[in-house]
């Protein structure tokens, strides 16, 4: 007999992820951008939505149950750049299976 593993839509587990932009590197800096996903179609975000972030840090969404599972590679400026204006970068995915 052959062992089948279930897939999520069989179990009915679906994923919600929340990328959060912090101030700096720490996930205990304050949060400055986000974006939130959700995968089970019950709540429809979207950009601007909303004028106070989900967590004010990244350990406090960690605190509430979200998993970490990508932060952004930290790269020094290109020499004379250091002062640009130019994307979030410290980007932080996290994601709760439900």
Known sequence: ???TAETPLQTGL???VLVL???SSALDARVVGWST???TGETHPTTGDS???PYETGLDALK???RLFQ???LNPPYPGHEYDVSFLKHEFFFEKIV
């Open 51 to 53: 004028d106070v972030p």
């Open 14 to 16: 679906r994923q919600q």
């Open 64 to 66: 509430d149950g979200w």
């Open 21 to 23: 932009y912090l101030a």
């Open 37 to 39: 996903y959700d995968g």
């Open 1 to 3: 007999m052959t062992a």
């Open 71 to 73: 932060a952004s590679q």
